[in-house]
Each structure stands twice: as C-alpha cells, then as structure tokens.
C-alpha cells in the first residue's frame, strides 16, 4: 500500500503569514498517460466532515478561495495557504487516489493561529 | 445540491451488527462510484471502502476485509455498509463521501455527508 507522510503535525502561523503543509508518498503518483498526480487536499474543521480543497495535487475544487494553492515535485507535494485567516484553523489531510483502492490519508496536520 | 445523509449508526456490543447507509441526492447516483471512510475519536481519516458505479467491483481496507460488506441500490440513490463482527476498535464516526468522476473509482470525494458515530462497547 501507498503511505502517505506529512509534516508537520502541528503548526501555528500568524495572521496573514503564509502556511506550508508538505506530505510524501512512498511511490509516484503520477500517470504518465494523463500527467496528473492523483492527490487531494482536505480541510476538516471540528465537528465538520472534510472539504475537498485540492484535486489533482494542484486543482482547487470550486468555491475554493485561491488562497489555497497546491504543488507536486516528484513524490511531495506541498498545500500552501498564502495569507492566513482565522478561519482556516483546521485540520489538513492529503489523500492519494493512484492505484485501485486502498485510498490512503496522511495522519493530518493540524493548523493553528500564532 | 448535492447531499449525502448517512443513517443507523449506534451503539453496538462487540460481535455485533450493524448496518449504515447513505442516501444521496442532487447528481446522477448511478454514474459515481462511493465511499466510506471512518474517523475514531480523536484520530485521522481511515479510508474503508469503495464501490464501483455498479457495484460489480468492491474494495476494502485490510482491517475491515471479511467483516465489512459494501454495497448499493441505484433505483434507491443509497449505499449500505453491512459491518459485522464489531470490534472496540471500529469505534467511529463513519462518512460516506461522492467519488469527483463520473464512472471511475480513482477521483478525490468532492461531497461528503455529516455522518453517523458507531460506538462498539459492552
């Protein structure tokens, strides 16, 4: 199975500063056929299910605010939230969707205000 | 608008049955294969199954295989999870979520519903 590492854990940005949240998989997820990476970014809130925020490593989903930005460099892959809300306090899970099922996340990085 | 409300969750003893399902409106049902994906107290999101848009193809994480059973009903626009044999540790909430294109099954999930807690205890 494909397993997928982010980092940090945990991270507390200011106000308006940039956020950067990585996460590495164990195997390409590029297909050569079609030259997209199959990976999605997630945002959950308490007591919320997830928002798809990033398909295709780096296609936001719609209504996303283009604040969220998403990047591929070989086997990382990188979630950037250019000038930090409040409200995006939040988990973040990266998903890779490559292969045939299982559809493994990465162990979420949780995201705070400084 | 799409939605997805997920149902029967509970609490449940261990050995137990249990059986969710998730009914889906506002898009084509029959053209998306689904999912489930369950989130213990406290913990990450684990990914636990996927349907194909007619349910011929069916697939399972390891720690559920043989005790899980997904399945769905095209003419209802649901999907069930039949879980058996419940452990303390399938202790979640559980999540059905839309795969984000039509016919396939390797798409991010682009909707997801509220969810339903299952609590496996004596």
């Known amino acids: 199975d494909i397993v997928m590492t982010q980092s940090p854990d945990s991270l507390a940005v200011s106000l308006g500063e940039r956020a950067t949240i990585n996460c590495k998989s164990s195997?390409?997820?590029?297909?050569?056929?079609?030259?997209?990476?199959?990976l999605a970014w997630y945002q959950q809130k308490p007591g919320q299910p997830p928002k798809l925020l990033i398909k295709w490593a780096s296609n936001r989903d719609s209504g996303v605010p283009d604040r969220f930005s998403g990047s591929a460099s070989g086997t990382d892959f990188t979630l950037t939230i250019s000038h930090l809300q409040a409200e995006d306090v939040a988990v973040y899970y990266c998903q890779q969707y490559y292969s045939n099922p299982p559809f493994t996340f990465g162990q979420g990085t949780k995201l705070e205000i400084k | 608008e799409v939605q997805l409300l997920e149902s029967g969750g509970g609490l449940v003893q261990p050995g137990g049955s249990l059986r969710l399902s998730c009914a889906a409106s506002g898009f084509t049902f029959s053209s998306y294969a689904m999912n489930w994906v369950r989130q213990a107290p406290g913990k990450g999101l684990e990914w636990v199954s996927t349907?194909?848009?007619?349910?011929?193809?069916?697939y399972y994480a390891d720690s559920v295989k043989g005790r899980f059973t997904i399945s769905r009903d095209n003419s209802k626009n649901t999907i069930y999870l039949q879980m058996n044999s419940l452990r303390a540790e399938d202790t979640a909430v559980y999540y059905c979520a839309k795969c984000g294109a039509a016919y396939g099954v390797r798409a991010a999930g682009d909707f997801w519903g509220q969810g339903t807690l299952v609590t496996v205890s004596s």
């Open positions: 349907i194909s848009v007619s349910g011929v193809n069916t």
């Open positions: 195997q390409s997820l590029l297909e050569s056929s079609n030259n997209n990476n199959y």
